[in-house]
């Protein structure tokens, strides 16, 4: 599937950190991963919580929590990781994304996308694609996972699990 095609896919999955719920375009989600032990690597950045074994390689695992300015993920059952296809440069790095609870997925059309909050420049929403209205009192924010992160994070990230920089996938 060609990087045009994956932009136009309309599935999102949605999933809790706190009690906001978040959406990712399913085409920047590889997998989706119960609670494993996690190896801590020294020096890291807060929001790296370490790295994983995954099918023979080492596979970055950040705390989305603490990337959003939240408090530290608390694991419980439902807490899971999201391995990520995250676009750095001309290149693809595998990254594991820990979240509260996944929820489902849902087809959302363009046309049901409302505009990203204008919430000044104190407060970086260049990473929200839009926002989906899920019922009366709920919104979800639709986000664009390869602005989640800067491209010094994801250079962080590389240096750490070297490995994990995928073949121009």
Do not use: W
């Amino acid at each position: 599937m060609s990087k045009e095609e994956k932009k136009t896919l309309n599935s999102y999955l949605s999933f809790k950190l706190g009690e906001e719920i978040f959406a990712a375009n399913v085409s920047k989600v590889l997998n989706i991963l119960e609670m494993t032990k996690i190896t801590k690597v020294p020096k890291a950045p807060e929001y790296m919580k370490g790295v994983i074994n995954l099918r023979g390689t080492v596979l970055p695992v950040v705390d989305t929590r603490v990337k959003f300015s939240m408090s530290a993920t608390e694991f419980t059952t439902n807490t899971c990781i999201l391995v990520l296809d995250i676009d750095i440069e001309s290149d693809s790095l595998h990254v594991g994304a820990l979240v509260d609870a996944v929820q489902e997925v849902l087809e959302i059309e363009p046309h049901q996308i409302l505009p990203p909050p204008n919430i000044g420049n104190k407060f970086r929403s260049e990473f929200i694609n839009g926002m989906y209205k899920l019922n009366e009192e709920q919104f979800i924010m639709l986000l664009d996972m390869d602005k989640v992160f800067s491209v010094d994070d994801l250079l962080e990230i590389r240096e750490i699990a070297p490995d994990v920089y995928a073949e121009n996938a």
